[in-house]
């Protein structure tokens, strides 16, 4: 298979771009450019038009900076149902898997999450818990799949379990080992991100004297 079907080029598009505006150097804006540019000719254009999905996060981040939406975004009405689109949109990948449905899904779930991060929840436990997880998102993200997929293929010889109480309770563990493993490569590595992004940001991203 084709390594660019499971690649996203926003991974490294988005950061050279950005590049081309905010390097002080020209030497570093024009090598941006040229990278940037040799990424848009070589991959695959459905590639590139699925990857703008990305940049939905944007969005969400843009609605928590409107006035209006920061006041009614997390509204119980709005939160209900921007929540039933976002399974609704789940639904859809079961009956077709086009091209646009990947839209669907991605706008679907903008509305939701950007409702999500205005909503004033009252409880601190809710608050602290939603913190926590969302810090290991793209820990999560990362490690799942493969940790997963090197549970089925040498744990259960790539046999699938029937659904059942058996089932539910393996379904339970795996759980928790997902997380668990999820939250210990979380602490060795993504959460040093924001000290190395500010180190790297007094050295290469600055206004030059």
Known sequence: MDWTRKVNPVN?????????FKLPKWSGKILSLSLAGLLIIWLPKHILFLGLIWLLGVAVYLAGQNAWFKKNGGN???????????????????????FWVDYVVGI????????????????????KMATALGETTYTLYLTHFPL????FF??????????????????L???????????????????????????LETRLIQSPH
């Open 148 to 151: 997963l997929a090197l549970i």
């Open 154 to 171: 040498v744990g259960f010889k790539g046999q699938k379990m029937q659904p059942g109480l058996m089932g539910g309770l393996w379904f």
């Open 173 to 199: 563990g795996l759980l928790v080992v997902v997380l668990s493993f999820t939250t210990l490569v979380w602490w060795c590595f993504e959460r040093n991100t924001d000290r190395i992004r500010k180190w």
């Open 76 to 98: 119980l009405g709005f939160l209900v149902a921007t929540g039933l689109l976002a399974l609704g949109s789940l639904a859809l990948t079961k009956i077709s898997l086009n």
């Open 108 to 127: 679907a779930f903008t509305l939701f999450i950007a409702c999500l991060s205005v909503r004033n929840f009252e409880s601190v436990t809710f608050a």
């Open 12 to 20: 490294l598009l988005f950061p050279l771009l950005l590049g081309i």
